[in-house]
């Protein structure tokens, strides 16, 4: 197991938030410097005071590249600073070094929150390595050296939280988005394909009727016009909601009530629509379903069900429950019963979200069946 952590570790890619070089960079870089001049002048108990007081100003700016090469950085810093050590440990002096360099804590925080994971492998050994050698000069004991070490261990260990805060924020992000997507994929189809099937059936019907009734042709065309138009009003209305910066505009979205609409007398097949007289206001969700099932259940019936005289769509309201049912009474398309694509697919999957139960399937008396049920209550 702990193999697999390493390995897994190992191949972790660099985070893909880092953020450009912003103006308190500068000041935070400005700031050190000028502490670590002061330091360097104003303490009296500094070794080496010009050097040490050089390398923990110059080593300051190496901050402005944490984000973009964290790596390189404190392989940098923590080299220079493990040189330091050998030459103190060498000369037999004592630590070299401002107190002003415990800043190369946010490097070990950069390391592990940016980083990828053979750069935080190898720069926590670097940090290690470097922090050992830097203890043994002053002969601290052993409690020193558990402070100093848990010390980097809270940078390496606010890294990794901020890492994973945002690794999650960003896959619950990506996991809306795509719920956004199959949302809008199936609000697609159940419009375009339903004014489709509409214009494809009055078509048909115009060109049947075009050579023995060129005036009936004619209204057939108006209607197929109307039809074009309000499928490409639709469109457009989803379309401006996909671009970005566009203004979203939603018209309110249709219901129960607007069943009537899909109501038609000619051509064939008819279409009835039944409705309960005196149906209780439902949650916007379930409205909106239900016009959408059996707007789909209808394309359907349109698009695969040969020969039908009569499609019926059914809705009755019963005890915390509504339900809904669209039958045909055409042949079954072979293709249909084997293929159900995405109309059924996205009925599916409204229906389960809303904690519902969908059925569809040839009828035992000849034709197609939906038969949806959903709560008239929607689940927290």
């Known amino acids: 197991m702990t193999t697999n952590a390493l390995r897994s570790l190992w191949a972790e ?15 935070l870089v400005g700031t050190l410097m000028v502490t670590a001049l002061l330091e360097g002048l104003l303490r009296d108990d500094v070794a080496w005071r010009p050097f040490a007081t050089i ?28 040189a330091l050590g050998l030459a103190s440990l060498l000369g037999g002096a004592p630590s070299v070094g401002l107190d002003t360099m415990i800043y190369v804590l946010v490097l070990v925080y950069a390391l592990v929150r940016w980083g990828s994971g053979h750069e935080i492998v190898i720069g926590l050994a670097v940090v290690a390595l470097t922090a050992g050698i830097g203890m043994v000069p002053d002969h601290i004991g052993p409690t020193e050296i558990f402070g100093g070490f ?9 890294g990794a939280a ?4 945002a690794e999650s924020r960003r896959r619950e992000s990506d996991r809306i988005r795509g719920q956004e997507r199959v949302g809008l994929a199936r609000e697609l189809h159940d419009i375009v394909a339903h004014h489709v099937s509409a214009i494809a059936v009055q078509a048909q019907a115009g060109l049947a009727m075009a050579g023995s009734r060129p005036e009936a042709a004619l209204e057939v065309l108006a209607a197929i016009e109307g039809e074009a138009s309000r499928t490409l009003a639709e469109m457009r209305a989803m379309v401006g909601v996909l671009r970005d910066g566009a203004p979203a505009g939603y018209a309110p979205q249709p219901g129960v009530a607007d069943l009537v609409s899909l109501a ?19 949650p916007p969700q379930i409205d909106t379903a239900v016009y959408r099932l059996a707007q789909e259940a209808l394309t359907n019936a349109l698009r695969h069900a040969r020969n039908a005289s009569r499609v019926k769509i059914q809705v009755v309201d019963g005890a915390g429950t509504l339900r809904l049912r ?8 072979p293709a249909r019963s084997v293929n159900h694509g995405f109309g059924l697919l996205g009925m599916a999957e409204r229906v389960q979200l809303l904690g519902g139960t969908l059925r569809a399937g040839p009828s035992p008396e000849g034709g197609w069946t939906v038969d949806a049920e959903l709560p008239t209550k929607v689940r927290r």
């Not at 890619?13 to 000041?27: G, I, S, Y």
């Not at 848990?150 to 606010?158: D, E, N, Q, S, V």
């Not at 901020?162 to 805060?165: A, E, N």
């Not at 669209?326 to 398309?333: C, E, L, N, R």
């Open 264 to 282: 038609r007398s000619t051509p064939v097949p008819v279409v009835d629509v039944e409705l309960p007289d005196d149906l209780d206001e439902l």
């Open 55 to 82: 390398v923990a100003a110059g080593l300051a700016p190496v901050l402005l590249w944490r984000r973009t090469h964290p790596l390189a950085c404190v392989v940098v810093a923590f080299g220079t600073a493990m």
């Open 162 to 165: 901020f890492r994973y805060r």
């Open 326 to 333: 669209v039958t045909d009474d055409g042949q079954i398309d």
């Open 13 to 27: 890619p660099r985070a893909t938030d880092a953020p450009e070089r912003v103006p308190r960079d500068w000041l």
């Open 150 to 158: 848990a010390i980097l261990a809270a940078a390496a260990t606010g």
